[in-house]
């Protein structure tokens, strides 16, 4: 069944028209018409069943049939913050990805070594509707404005977090991220630019209680290492 990103959606709507967007999609594109299912979902958990009851290019409206809360909610929350690579592309495949295995919360980070100092956030936001369309799933990742490190730090030092890491390459004592992660908890992940995070920023970060981590015995790609994450935490935390 299609699924359609319906944001501003009331969690007890019986009617809801279409975005002129998504109705271009769904009548154009997809060719609906009158009677038609489709799946409509807010971003915060809520997935609707609906019926097309008018199929218009600019305003396609629908019947809610019923409504389900929380749907596909996970039992932990995951924010992870890392530096946008030179080459968008790979940023994007990364967001794309970490949609579909799962996280809560993405933060572009802008370091001292970033190569990247800014990122386009709707057309990022596109990429990421699209992968949670795909997983179909009823939460959309929230997108944050690029953020200064020594900002992020401040921004997020009082955040009910359980657990904080950051991952870097320097050859310093770190711990395997599998081995310290505690089921069910919030979690929030630093990764840094593709030369990594100064040695100032990583000292920072300890000493806002951010734990030091491995994420193996290669050196990743900003996006592999970040995936990476997205992944060990997901995995400890399956039902």
């Keep these: 069944m299609h699924l359609f990103y319906t944001p501003d959606i009331a969690a007890h709507a019986t009617k ?3 975005s ?3 109705s271009k999609h769904c009548v154009r594109v997809l060719r609906l018409d009158e009677g038609a299912q489709i799946m409509l979902f807010d971003g915060k958990g809520n997935l609707f069943n609906g019926e097309i009851i008018a199929a218009q290019a600019k305003h396609t409206e629908v019947r809610i049939l019923s409504v389900s809360v929380e749907f596909g909610k996970r039992n ?3 924010h992870l913050a890392v530096a946008p690579t030179k080459n968008i592309d ?4 990364f967001l794309e990805k970490a949609t579909e295995i799962g996280v809560d919360e993405i933060t572009p980070l802008l370091c001292e070594r970033s190569e990247r100092k800014d990122v386009k956030i709707e057309r990022l936001n596109k990429v990421i509707t699209a992968a ?3 997983s179909l799933t009823a939460y959309h990742p929230i997108l944050n404005n690029t953020t200064k490190f020594t900002d992020f730090l401040k921004l997020n030092h009082h955040n009910d977090y359980d657990q904080k890491f950051i991952a870097h390459c320097l050859d310093k004592e770190k711990d395997s991220l599998s081995g310290l ?3 069910k908890g919030r979690y929030c992940v630093l990764i840094g630019p593709e030369g990594d995070f100064s040695s100032s920023e990583i000292g ?3 000493q806002e209680s951010y734990h030091a981590i ?3 015995t290669t050196r990743l790609r900003t996006e592999t290492a970040a995936l990476y994450a997205c992944m060990e935490i997901n995995l400890v935390n399956r039902d």
């Design 16 to 18: 809801y028209t279409l």
């Design 20 to 22: 002129e967007e998504e």
């Design 76 to 78: 932990h929350y995951l």
């Design 90 to 93: 790979r940023f994007e495949w």
């Design 132 to 134: 949670t369309k795909q």
């Design 181 to 183: 992660i505690v089921p």
């Design 204 to 206: 920072s970060a300890l």
């Design 214 to 216: 491995s994420l193996g």
